[in-house]
């Protein structure tokens, strides 16, 4: 109002060399546009009295016709003096309707509104922005340890498989809270496969001439059948693990591999072992690692992936016929777990050479003679599950939202597994409810809470959620956070996330208190928080296929004892008195750190105009991987340069990830230089930043065969990281090596790379076409 006044006021009272500059709001590409309108005074004195304004002042001393006619009487400077008045009346009152209609609009507000009658006042629902500490303040409030013990003592079960009543009732146990917190709340049905043991028979083991053993913890989607050769000892399974036995010129063709439970998923092991053509895979606890017993049985799965494996790609929907088809993820080989005792029998029976170091106390390998029989008999069966969902809606964008999940199944008790996730899930669903209830806390967009079954299969039901809507997820769930196995201990903190969310993860870390002198940062992270707190993503996280198969940043989170895993997990023993041991009684406690550290990340989310995510962070990843591959593919053309010819080259690879690090500086300077008050602004730019993850999704290959397609966080020949390792087999003439087929994938992850820069530029003008 102010700027227009002083304009008016400059144009009749001639005041000389003005100049006035609108800076017009930036636009989406980047582009600094800006208009600038320069007043006639000023024009005539930067051409020198040439063209228009020298015209203009030509013959100053001659008096204008206006003058003429008018003259300087004093009814017409009256008249002037009215003129005046009543055009700054009208600015005034134009420039007062304009500034009071803005503040009327919520920031940001829902789009839709631009097409409304201005003229009518329209309710919107979105408060004035709550300050960020008053939201802290808020959940801190809520969110508390006396309430949280509460829910864990009522969520607690002893007996809660998928499918199972236990299972379903616990489900209506959490519906039934959601609606008590006014949430609106829906079901998601499916019927899955899963594999059990066998009802009448029994899988089992012979070793050399010994007594039979019938284990009975199992390993679903195993192989069925009788596998009889010589064990070898293989340490964890991990693939460093085979490969120093393929040092010593150990042969491990048909061998029975004898593995120790953790480090690594049962599935990893077994199908590391599948690839160096072992027969069987026998997973037992060592005693060094789990404090659990002689006798105590494991549970789990050995499917590489996640979902039903058999409608790999498709949601399993009760009315969708699909053909007999199966996940590329399934064994062919048998695998079974077996107790402590069993392990440790076979351990001390074993002769041949000598185990590298490290390996254990007991330390033969196996030789040919120590034969054993496994005999697994596990049963297909199709179980109906349920999803259970809450929503608090948003009051700007309400149709994008972040997803907070726990699952609610277990092998037994699994209060460690799911119950203490379930009742963190439930309380931050009851706190925000009562924050925008009560507390005047309004989200500009919307938070859903899932509640799944059939977690410990694999995150069946999660994944079968993705494939289900994953057409409708794509451009409006913008991060999942989990919440299975967050308290299992109390000396550490580790996070698994998307790199776009390592900034929100480290502010969420000053943030939230450990204690009352120390936040979770200074308690774990103190030097540098990315080497002490931060670690890749488990492929057995729930986290993970909304990762690597969706395109979703995700984040998983836990409170550990130190090195080892939680010895209880996929066991009996999962009980509240077990956790209790390990976290010195303070699970409650622990737990409501764990809510307000989720809580924080996911309030950030849906309270900021724009979406907290780091765009520059996966520059770092990408370059990292292209040094490695432009050094491995040199040294393939040195040394083996009939495989890769000099016209390889890495140049258009570097390109791509050049315009990717140029495209996400440009949006990093369009959200650093935008208007927050611009309702489509905010909109665009955030659309674009959720782009960014799915589009690192690999187009170039199938869902059933690689279901987790992400380039650089993924699973399969697809990703930059097989890439490496195709020419590190390159580079020693590995028969298994097909340089063609190198080629290929290098073409596709470069393009891959590249589009997502285009997509991160945004409009198809704005596209960096270097490459």
């Known amino acids: 109002m102010d700027q227009a006044r002083s304009t008016i006021s400059k144009i009749f009272n001639g005041e000389p060399h003005s100049y006035t500059r609108f800076n017009l709001t930036q636009n989406m590409e980047g582009d600094n546009s800006q208009v600038e309108m320069k007043l006639s005074s000023e024009i005539d004195e930067e051409t020198g009295g040439n063209g228009v304004g020298g015209h203009l002042n030509h013959n100053s001393n001659r008096t204008p016709y206006v003058a003429q006619k008018f003259g300087r009487t004093p009814k017409n400077l009256c008249f002037m003096a009215a003129t005046i008045f009543l055009i700054f009346i009208i600015g005034y009152l134009i420039g007062y309707l304009v500034h009071r ?263 033969r390998l196996g030789d040919e003679s120590d034969v054993i029989t496994v005999e697994v008999n596990n049963v297909l069966t199709e179980k109906r599950i349920n999803n259970v969902f809450g929503v608090i809606k948003g009051f700007v964008d309400a149709d994008r939202y972040v997803v907070i999940g726990a699952q609610r199944d277990a092998w037994g008790p699994g209060f460690g597994a799911s119950t203490v996730g379930t009742s963190v899930l439930v309380e931050l669903a009851r706190s925000i409810s009562d924050m925008v209830e009560n507390g005047g806390f309004k989200p500009r967009r919307s938070i859903v809470f899932a509640s799944w079954s059939a977690g410990e299969y694999g995150s069946v039901g999660a994944t079968e959620w993705l494939e289900g809507y994953l057409s409708s997820l794509s451009m409006k769930a913008f991060t999942y956070i989990n919440l299975d196995g967050i308290v299992t201990g109390q000396n550490g903190f580790k996070v698994a996330a998307s790199p776009l969310l390592h900034s929100l993860v480290q502010n969420a870390l000053k943030e939230v208190n450990y204690d009352k002198d120390k936040s979770l940062l200074s308690q774990f992270g103190k030097n540098n928080w990315e080497s002490a707190i931060l670690e890749p993503l488990r492929m057995d996280s729930a986290a993970y296929p909304f990762l690597a198969f969706s395109g979703i940043p995700s984040v998983a989170f836990r409170f550990h004892s130190g090195s080892s895993d939680y010895p209880h997990f996929s066991t009996n023993l999962d009980t509240r008195e077990n956790l209790n041991s390990v976290t010195a009684s303070q699970v409650p406690q622990l737990a409501v750190r764990a809510g307000q550290f989720a809580g924080h990340i996911a309030l950030r989310l849906v309270h900021d105009h724009l979406l907290q995510m780091d765009l520059k962070k996966y520059n770092q990843l990408i370059r990292s991987h292209v040094v490695q591959i432009n050094g491995k593919v040199k040294a393939v053309q040195r040394m083996q340069p009939q495989l890769l010819p000099k016209a390889l080259t890495v140049k258009w690879l570097i390109m791509a990830s050049g315009s990717y690090s140029r495209a996400s500086s440009a949006l990093a300077a369009d959200i650093q230089n935008s208007d927050l008050e611009d309702i489509e602004m905010c909109r665009v730019i955030n659309d674009r930043i959720m782009t960014v993850e799915r589009n690192f999704l690999s187009p170039y290959v199938s869902p059933r065969d690689s279901p987790f397609r992400h380039i650089l966080l993924g699973s399969g020949p697809h990703t930059l990281k097989a890439l490496t390792n195709h020419l590190d087999s390159l580079t020693t003439a590995n028969p298994d090596a097909d340089a063609e087929l190198f080629r290929n994938q290098f073409a596709q992850a470069t393009w891959t790379i590249q589009t997502c820069a285009n997509s991160l530029a945004g409009d198809i003008w704005s596209l960096d076409n270097e490459i």
């Open 101 to 363: 209609n803005k503040d009327l609009a919520p920031t940001c507000a829902t789009s839709a509104l631009r097409y409304e009658d201005v003229s009518v006042a329209h309710e919107t629902g979105a408060a004035p922005l709550m300050d960020w500490d008053d939201v802290k303040k808020l959940l801190a409030e809520k969110l508390t340890t006396s309430s949280m013990d509460a829910v864990l003592g009522q969520l607690t079960s002893s007996n809660h498989r998928a499918g199972s009543p236990g299972d379903e009732d616990l489900g209506n146990k959490v519906i039934t809270k959601f609606k008590e917190y006014g949430m609106k709340t829906w079901t998601d049905e499916h019927f899955v496969k899963v594999q059990d043991p066998p009802a009448s028979g029994y899988n089992r083991i012979v070793f050399k001439n010994g007594s039979e053993e019938r284990p009975t913890g199992f390993l679903s989607y195993s192989a069925n059948g009788t596998a009889r050769g010589a064990v070898l000892y293989a340490h964890y399974g991990q693939e460093d693990d085979l490969r120093q036995l393929k040092d010593m010129n150990i042969d491990m063709n048909n061998r029975v591999m004898l593995v120790r439970a953790g480090r690594i998923s049962f599935a990893e092991k077994v199908a590391n072992a599948a690839k160096v053509n072992a027969s069987a895979v026998l997973i037992y606890p060592d005693p060094a690692d789990y404090s659990i017993g002689e006798s105590t049985p494991l549970f789990g799965h050995v499917h590489m992936g996640s979902g039903d494996p058999y409608t790999p790609g498709f949601p399993s929907f009760n009315h969708t016929q699909f053909p007999p088809v199966q996940s590329s993820g399934l064994p062919n080989i048998l695998a079974q777990t077996i107790t402590t005792g069993m392990g440790m029998n076979i351990l001390r029976q074993l002769g041949g050479r000598t185990q590298p170091n490290g390996w254990g106390s007991i330390n």
